[in-house]
């Protein structure tokens, strides 16, 4: 059999971490002097600080400025996840363990820093779950570029033709495309113009993943 694969999102995806997130850029960026509203941070979902900031405090902000910020609201949120703890999503751990029973190879392929990537998958308890992860730190751009899926499925060596890419925002949905692999978004926010869309990954059939790659073929 030909290889097949599954590259996952994790915030919002595979753990429900968005409080967190709100919460940390919400306080980070007032302690800046600038309020943003859940809409905007909800509109950045999914995406780089790199992409983000700029958008937030205007297209000239200074890189380091950017950086700077980026790094507060980080260690924020990782102050709070593991204060607070993290869950893993309703059906993540059992898809998961379903598919990698199933013989499929599986990677994150996440928006976040490394740092936070390795300590979310502690917190919810899901290290091991995955054959490779690819963060922030290891591509040039973010989502929706398709850099972060091209490296996940070349560490996997799985074409991209036999991936599915699973997320939670439009920004990895439209790097999906990009990136020749079929999709499954996820979240409760708003429809997500995926090959797939849930609401929850419960919803998901147990054959959705076998179908969605053959329609793929």
């Given amino acids: 059999m030909i290889d097949r694969a599954v590259l996952w999102d994790l915030d919002g995806t595979l753990v429900d971490s968005e409080e967190f997130h709100w919460l940390s850029w919400r306080d980070t960026i007032r302690a800046e002097g600038i309020e943003i509203s859940h809409e905007q941070f909800l509109a950045s979902f ?5 992409r983000i900031l700029p ?8 890189a380091g400025r950017v950086r700077r910020i980026g790094d507060d609201k980080e260690g924020e949120f990782r102050r709070l996840a593991e204060t607070h703890g993290l869950r893993p999503l309703p059906g993540a751990r059992d898809w998961l363990s379903t598919l990698k029973a199933s013989g499929w190879k599986q990677a994150i392929a996440s928006s976040a820093p490394r740092v936070n990537v390795d300590m979310m998958l502690r917190v919810a308890r899901l290290e091991g779950c995955v054959d490779a992860i690819v963060s922030a730190d290891e591509v040039n751009v973010g989502k929706p570029d398709p850099q972060v899926f091209f490296k996940a499925a070349e560490r996997l060596h799985v074409p991209p033709s036999r991936c599915i890419v699973v997320e939670d925002a439009a920004a990895g949905v439209e790097g999906a495309r990009r990136a020749g692999m079929r999709s499954i978004g996820v979240t409760k926010n708003a429809r997500l113009n995926a090959d797939l869309f849930v609401k929850s990954l419960t919803d ?13 073929a």
Avoid: I, K, M, Y
């Fill in 46 to 50: 999914g995406q780089r600080n790199d």
């Fill in 55 to 62: 958008v937030w405090l205007g297209a000239d902000v200074d």
């Fill in 204 to 216: 998901l059939s147990p054959d959705a993943f076998e179908r969605l790659l053959e329609t793929s």
